[in-house]
C-alpha cells in the first residue's frame, strides 16, 4: 500500500499562485509517475500535470506556462505551482501515484481543495 498526503490548498484571488505538495510513504514501486488531477463540481476528473521520477513531465494544454510540476525523489514528494490562477482552475486536486511498467498498481490521496475567487 501506497499512503499520499496533500497539502496546500486553499482560497485565493484570481491571478495568485498557490503551491501543492503531495508526499507518498509506504510500499513505493519505482520507477512510477507521480502526477495532479483535479475534478471541480459536476465535471469529470482531469489532467493536469504528471512527471516520471526520470523527470519526463506531461501537462494539461490549458495548464501549460501557468502550472508547474516538480519532485524530490529522495523525499517522494511532488509539488505543483500554479501561477495566474483563474476562477475556472477551482475544483479539488488529487495528487496521484502509479508504477509505470504497472498501471494498476495506482494510489490516490484524499484531494485538496483550490477555490479561485474572481
Known amino acids: 500500500q501506497v499512503q499520499l498526503v496533500e497539502s496546500g490548498g486553499g482560497l485565493v484571488q484570481a491571478g495568485g499562485s498557490l503551491r501543492l505538495s503531495c508526499a507518498a510513504s509506504g510500499s513505493i514501486i519505482r520507477p512510477n509517475i507521480m502526477g495532479w488531477y483535479r475534478q471541480a463540481p459536476g465535471k469529470q476528473r482531469e489532467l493536469v500535470a504528471t512527471m516520471t521520477s526520470g523527470a519526463s513531465t506531461n501537462y494539461a494544454d490549458s495548464m501549460k506556462g501557468r502550472f508547474t510540476i516538480s519532485r524530490d525523489n529522495a523525499k517522494n514528494t511532488v509539488y505543483l505551482v500554479m501561477n495566474s490562477l483563474k476562477p475556472e482552475d477551482t475544483a479539488v486536486y488529487y495528487c496521484?501515484?502509479?508504477?509505470?511498467?504497472?498501471?494498476?498498481?495506482?494510489?490516490w490521496g484524499q484531494g485538496t481543495q483550490v477555490t479561485v475567487s474572481s
Open positions: 496521484n501515484i502509479r508504477a509505470l511498467y504497472e498501471p494498476r498498481l495506482a494510489y
